[in-house]
């Protein structure tokens, strides 16, 4: 018996960051469409050859994007809002990705629980959707010349994109106007000579599947009647509740996750029909480690004793992991030959495949085993962290005060403090010296001058602005979690790691490797050089947790609540040490805690148990006339509330100004009694707000909790801002505040 084996997506960024480049030339006017799209084709059809030549017989193809796939079907359905109605082609299309001429892009936001984030389509009560399939089917078409029939189109299906979108009206009449467009796309496919495709239907793993029954049930029995043979593909999550119909449908297969939730369970207590081919998503397509080949075939053979009928794969997108682990030759041996990229993948699912039907593959299987043990021993346990985690008692996740009884304790500061996030702008002349010193033409000492010199500007600044509680400016940071995953243990970086976070920006996350430990302060001495320039208080930044945590790739052999806790016990002495520094004011930002949510509602409890707990043990050593402060720069509080109260810190600062308020107004409804940050001044916007502007804003904050809780700020860090635009908004905030707290004195 051949077991054979299929992909659902590859990186698309190339190798070099081809199409970064090649989009960016061309935003700059320096080349054409012609140049940027044989630039991305050649890096498609590259892919394509490196899946063939790995021996993969089902290639997923047409995820390959300019920016976004989820915007692709957009456009190819003709879902174009109003608003960039009067462009057309490439102009409309990157119009709606990054905004043009004052005219606001589509909103972006993060795709399912992945650090990918794709553009919400927006789509009016009356929209009139429309299909050019032209480009797939061109796409579709090339793929034919090097995988003839090994290709499987990759089709978002229209459940999930509606539910992804921004829908006004009513969602089974949008559908009805979808499902035709669909039919024709499936037809033309056929026409063509292909005889499977894949409808990609993440949404089926969320807690909202069971309310799309009777829509997903519609649609595929009308897509089967195309006669081409569909396979079903979820990812991220089990399908829970939903499994019973949704192995029901009219497909020809499903693909499953088996390495998230637990679809092997729900295999196991309702079978599999045996008339449907099942997708083994077994290859974690969201994590960058080797399979353990033990676990691996364990759980193939569990499958296997449910149904025959089976192809091996990855367990979604190879997008979220960066092309080539074989290129790392900086990262020591031992750990790089355990890492697994996007190529290392493919020859995973192979090898799974070849091991299961029989055929050769024993000799990959040994040295795949001799090289975990080789890993095993260089990444030698820190003992001294695992017996601190084992010694936590509640007391180490508790202030010695409750926050009532400290609050008195804590630096007297005028009502409505000011204060900032703590990134100032990251010029290029900032960028340049961290490039001089690491290409070693800078010494330490030189370096550390010129960090020295850019913190005593921005001193300056802050004390001439008048600006209440100040901060270093952070820059010495590249990155808030870079920076500090460089220095504790347990962390290794790669030199070519990118995977895309949205359209042309990439990032490199951090691999957790081992124990994480802190072998000596990380941010005491810069604490140290801004609080001697300074009668006033200047605020320890750190970077959470979780936050650290999320923004990785985390092992798999330890829990993420045990990551989360050995990087908090780091930062926790961290935060002693700051407070030995004389630091009277200590921010820990956890803008990942929300993004962490799980993609079930019934599985929140547990992540925001110990992700609560996680900065609790990180702050809870502060004195208690050390006032902590959080920061997270998003919106949406009022589903999380009472764990954001959790926290216990003194001070959260939240973004306030794009919602309108609306953030203050829940987190106020909610009852919470601590204070919170008014995040009044957008900073993704270049525009300056006016005294005027703000000081209303601010009153309407008044309105909502009493003036001794809010503190008054950016709603996130000033680093991608510049100068010229940060001073003066920073005047207008300092100058509403002033006018505000000078009301309230004469009231009083
Ligand atoms: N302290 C960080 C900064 O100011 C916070 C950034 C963030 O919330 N993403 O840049
Ligand atoms: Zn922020």
Known sequence: MTIQTATLGYPRIGKNREVKKALEAF????????????????????????????GIDHVGVGDHTLYDHVLDWTVRLGLIPERFRHLSGLEQYFAMARGRDGIPALEMTKWFDTNYHYLVPEIAADAKPQANFEDFLATVGRSQIILGDRLMPIILSPITLLKLSRVEGNFAAH????????????NQLKAMGVTAVQLHEPILVTSEANDLQEAVTKTYQQLAQAGLAIHLVTYFDDL???????KALPVAGISLDFTRGNNLELLQRHGFPADKRLGVGIVDGRNIWKIRPESVLSTVKAIQAVTENFWIQPSASLQFVPHDAARETKLPEPLRNVLSFAAQKLGEVVMVAKLLSGDDANAS?????????????????NTQVQAALKKLT????????????????????????????GSFPQTSEVRQLRVKYKQGKLTEAEYQAAIDAHIADCIKLQEDIGIDVLVHGEFERTDMVEYFGQQLSGFAFTTNGWVQSYGSRYVRPPIIFGDVARPQPMTVREFKVAQALTEKPVKGMLTGPVTILNWSFPRTDISRQEQAFQIALALREEVADLEAAGSLVIQVDEPALREGLPLKLENWG???????????????IAQPQTQIHTHMCYCEFGDIIQDIERLDADVISIENSRSNNRTLQEVTAAGYSHQVGNGVYDIHSPVVPTTEQLTQQLQAGIQTLPLRQIW????????????????PALKNMVAAAQKLRGEANAKA
């Open 27 to 54: 935003w700059r006017g320096k080349s054409d469409a012609e140049t940027l799209l044989k630039i991305v084709r050649g890096i498609e059809a590259d892919n394509w050859q490196t899946q063939r030549d790995a």
């Open 175 to 186: 559908l009805d106007q979808l499902l035709p467009l669909y039919g024709d796309l499936l």
């Open 240 to 246: 829970g509740t939903a499994y019973p119909w949704v």
């Open 365 to 381: 299987l040994t040295t795949l085993q001799a090289q975990w043990s080789a890993f095993e021993k260089f990444s030698s346990a």
């Open 394 to 421: 509640a007391d180490d996740f508790q202030r010695s005060l409750s926050y009532t009884l400290r609050l008195d304790r804590q630096l007297p500061l005028p009502a409505l403090p000011t204060t900032t996030i």
């Open 606 to 620: 547990e992540y925001l148990t110990w992700a609560v707990d996680a900065f609790r043990l990180s702050t809870a």
């Open 712 to 727: 008054v700020n950016p709603d996130c860090g000033l680093k991608t801002r510049r100068w010229e635009e940060v001073v």
